[in-house]
């Protein structure tokens, strides 16, 4: 019969005696612990039992207790010699043979002591062992998901056999997760070295001070050879955590890993580790205006609500909270710069720029009137979280170009999803939540969804919300259709009277204008343009240059246009859908 999995690595490789007494003393640190020990007889055949490892005195003796060894308690009397056996950080750890000095039984059983161990042999299991990177090691790793998930730079924190830990920016740990697919990961060292491996994300965890996820990942039946590269890696790391802990690391070899060609000194490369690491997972791409820097902080919370709704917790109600206060705050300060920069999330996963645009277009154009601070905030607040329970869907379901009657039904329960994770929000209006965020499908003929509620059943709040929903949606492309210009909604929505409030579709257009703050236009002399202000007859009165037809990037926009200088540019031609940038796109 072949050797078990586990020993045929244990063949593989040999123990390491250790008879430092500070390691000695953390090896019985860990056979004390949670995990436990095990006590084996040294003769051919035996097997390993467990024990519970009760007192240690240093140098001198250990107190075991034997109750569970059963029959072996008599040969142990007897003076037939033994190993303690347990494991810590991926390591197996063995004691010197040991033999029990005395036995005592006691209320809770049997127990023994035995001479304090002289050594221990440590073997270090490759499947287990995850090497750590130290904070100036770099190590570049592409994620590839699905194509319509685009690719994510991330930072490599530690690597095994099996597995390897990743800092990523919230918007992909995100889209990852809703992705419920594997993964190929591309990993890229300093010195050119690459490898390409197949993976599976297991978990996540957010970190809204560093704003990144750690994402574990597990390797999709790695080969042989991928193992032989994986443990080459590993041991490299390794080395250089060696190298940094010697006195004297100037005798040790550095691994060429870690040694870009035409790099000098060791506070260069800590500098550009440094740079990469901003760069790599600090949630800051290319975004072209200090708006869109302070928006994509609150689209990171909706990234982390997502992550959290998926793992069935609740939304959280004092960041919720303290989040749409801040949105409102933007709002009031600048409103055009905020219309603007939420066309440059193109990062974000669609549903989070949605709710967020929706959430900001919905309480400008409500106004602040008569209402209160805390009805505005309510407002914000429903509808900055109102198509969240989506991402609790089958992603099958949002990926689907066409939808059954049963798909059709299930993407319907996302409201009902959404509604009990809000239970605990004891602060957010349940009427103002119920109106935006539960109502926001409903339409006038009843065709909506989830109760089919029509005409004097929706509340004036409820009309207004489906009106800049459905506007904002129809402008974002979808798997069933693409995008639509600004125009051709209008006219949809005007078209159908029977489902939309044509009121509100009119106010719509005369608040923010036939060519929205937002909107792409190309002008007869050719040049493409963002339309960045209006003025007060709602005709674009402020442009910005733009060399692509994509989202706003910095990298891609030219000057700001207004008075005469805009005049030069004759008159807007055609009124265009930005061409669909995926989330995470990494530039080359």
């Not at 009397?77 to 043979?97: M, N």
């Amino acid at each position: 019969m072949p050797p078990e999995p586990m020993e045929q690595e244990e063949q593989q490789e040999t123990y390491t005696r250790a008879d430092n007494p500070k390691i000695i003393a953390q090896c019985l640190d860990s056979l004390m612990s949670a995990s436990g020990a095990a006590l084996v007889l040294t003769a051919a055949g035996s097997i390993a039992q467990p024990v519970v490892v009760k007192e240690v005195r240093a140098g001198q003796w250990l107190l075991v207790d034997i109750s569970s060894v059963g029959t072996v308690a008599a040969r142990l009397q007897e003076g037939a010699e033994f190993c303690l056996l347990g494991q810590s950080g991926g390591k197996l750890l063995r004691s010197c043979p040991l033999v029990v000095q005395e036995c005592r039984d006691s209320e809770e059983g049997l127990e023994c002591y035995c001479a304090y161990p002289a050594a221990f042999d440590i073997l270090q299991r490759r499947s287990a062992f995850r090497a750590e990177l130290r904070q100036d090691l770099r190590c570049r790793v592409i994620v590839h998901g699905h194509v319509d998930f685009g690719s994510w730079a991330g930072a490599l924190k530690n690597l095994s056999l099996s597995g390897c830990l990743l800092d990523l920016p919230l918007p992909a740990a995100t889209m990852l997760a809703l992705m419920e697919g594997g993964v190929r990961l591309e990993l890229a060292f300093p010195n050119g070295a690459g490898f390409d491996i197949d993976a599976v994300l297991r978990h996540e965890k957010v970190d809204m001070e560093q704003r990144l996820v750690r994402t574990g990942f597990e390797f999709a039946r790695p080969n042989a050879e991928q193992e032989r590269s994986l443990w080459f890696f590993v041991r490299e790391i390794e080395r250089e955590a060696a190298r940094s802990a010697a006195s004297d690391n100037s005798l040790l070899v550095p691994s060429t890993l870690f040694q870009p060609a035409g790099k000098g000194t060791r506070e260069t490369e800590t500098a550009d580790a440094a740079t990469l690491s901003a760069e790599m997972y600090q949630g800051l791409p290319d975004y072209p205006i200090p708006m869109a820097r302070a928006l994509a902080g609150i689209a990171e919370f909706l990234d982390a609500q997502i992550l959290a709704l998926r793992k069935d917790e609740a939304i959280d109600a004092a960041q919720l909270s303290r989040h749409s206060e801040r949105l409102l705050a933007l709002l009031d300060e600048d409103r055009e710069a905020l219309l603007f920069a939420a066309r440059c999330l193109w990062q974000e996963p669609p549903v989070v720029s949605h709710c967020l645009t929706v959430a900001m277009v919905m309480v400008d154009l409500a106004g602040g009137g008569n209402m209160s601070m805390e009805v505005r905030k309510a407002m914000m607040a429903s509808a900055m979280v109102h198509d969240l329970g989506k991402a609790m869907l089958p992603s099958q379901v949002l990926r689907a170009t066409e939808l059954s009657s049963s798909q059709q039904k299930t993407v319907q329960t996302h409201v009902l999803l959404l509604a009990s994770r809000l239970q605990d929000c004891g602060w957010l209006s349940p009427r103002i939540r119920r109106l935006v965020a539960e109502q926001a499908n409903e339409r006038l003929d009843g065709s909506g969804y989830p109760e089919g509620l029509k005409n004097e059943e929706l509340h004036d709040l409820t009309r207004l919300m489906s009106v800049v929903d459905t506007i904002d949606a129809m402008g974002r492309s979808r798997p069933d259709r693409p995008a639509q210009p600004i125009d051709a909604i209008y006219r949809h929505l005007l078209q159908h009277p029977e489902r939309f409030d044509v009121r509100w579709v009119k106010r719509y257009i005369k608040h923010f204008g036939i060519l929205p703050v937002g909107t792409l236009v190309r002008y007869e002399v050719g040049q493409l343009a963002w339309i960045r202000g209006l003025n007060e007859a709602g005709r674009p009165s402020r442009v910005q240059l733009t060399r692509a037809l994509t989202p706003p990037r910095a990298a891609l926009l030219g000057e700001v246009l207004s008075g005469e200088e805009l005049q030069t540019l004759g008159k807007i031609t055609e009124i265009l859908v930005p061409d669909a940038v995926l989330p995470g796109a990494i530039d080359e």
